[in-house]
């Protein structure tokens, strides 16, 4: 359950079928150490330079069976708290990146300074990855008709896109990721190691942008309190957490 590695692998394409294409940022990349990306009003942004930790939008056992409320408090509290503090930390020693939202840092993560870039790369992609985590949890809501028609088209069924979903998320080796994200027009399934995401790098191409959906958290602190090594339970009950009003504004 060690939370900080420094190692990493690509993106792996899991699964690419039809869908809508939207895109979430606006980018405008340059081969500099300067991120270039200009701020977008949902991004999240320093405080005087510093990033916070929000609270949970919701008590910690709010999401009960399904994710205890120990494995909350400590996932948030302590894991995510450490990734912000990091965060914080490393841009301490890079002034002129201060002001920068986070999806701004992760967008050009590799353009960035290399004595910082790996940092940035695990600890923010770690605030931007819980953040994200916690408002796609909820218990108690329905499946909207625009993720239904999306995944239908997509995956020819709810249940196969589900089916997918699992059966990524169960073949991560080792600590990371599995998202489900919306770009050049189609639903597709990726994964990433660690603390990646499919924000790293996007700005590069700034017509690939991806919309990201939905993501699970399957490192070990994510369910090893609850589920010990069983990760499959963990990933079979997670549709009951899934907060699908959220996924439906996010469309
Ligand atoms: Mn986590």
Redesign the pocket.
């Known amino acids: 359950m060690k939370d900080f590695k420094t190692s990493r692998k690509n993106f792996i394409k899991a699964s690419a079928l039809v869908g809508l294409g939207t895109f979430a940022f606006g980018i405008e990349a340059k081969g500099n150490n300067k991120p270039t990306r200009e701020n977008q009003a949902s991004d999240i942004l320093p405080i005087n330079g510093k990033f916070e930790l929000a609270p949970l939008p919701y008590p910690a056992n709010a999401l009960e069976p399904f994710i205890d409320t120990q494995t909350m408090e400590i996932?948030h509290g302590k894991?995510?708290q450490a990734y912000v503090n990091k965060l914080n930390d490393a841009l301490v020693l890079m002034p002129s990146l201060q002001n920068k939202s986070l999806e701004n840092l992760l967008v050009n993560i590799s353009d960035l300074p290399e004595n910082i870039r790996n940092t940035v790369r695990n600890h923010g992609g770690?605030h931007w990855?819980?953040t994200f985590?916690w408002k796609s949890l909820k218990v108690g809501t329905k499946m909207g008709p625009k993720f239904t028609d999306l995944a239908s088209k997509s995956f020819g069924s709810i249940e196969q896109c589900k089916a997918n979903f699992e059966k990524l998320s169960l073949g991560i080796f080792g600590s990371g990721w599995a998202w489900l994200i919306v770009q050049d027009g189609q639903l597709k399934m990726v994964t990433s190691a660690n603390q990646d995401n499919p924000l790293m790098d996007a700005g590069k191409e700034p017509k690939r942008m991806p919309k990201v959906i939905l993501g699970i958290?399957v490192?070990e602190?994510?369910y090893y309190l609850k589920h010990k090594n069983k990760r499959a339970d963990y990933v079979s009950s997670f549709w009951n957490v899934v907060n699908w009003d959220e996924i439906e504004t996010l469309l």
Do not use: I, L, R, V
Request: net charge negative.
């Open positions: 996932h894991h995510h770690g990855n819980h985590f958290d490192w602190h994510a």
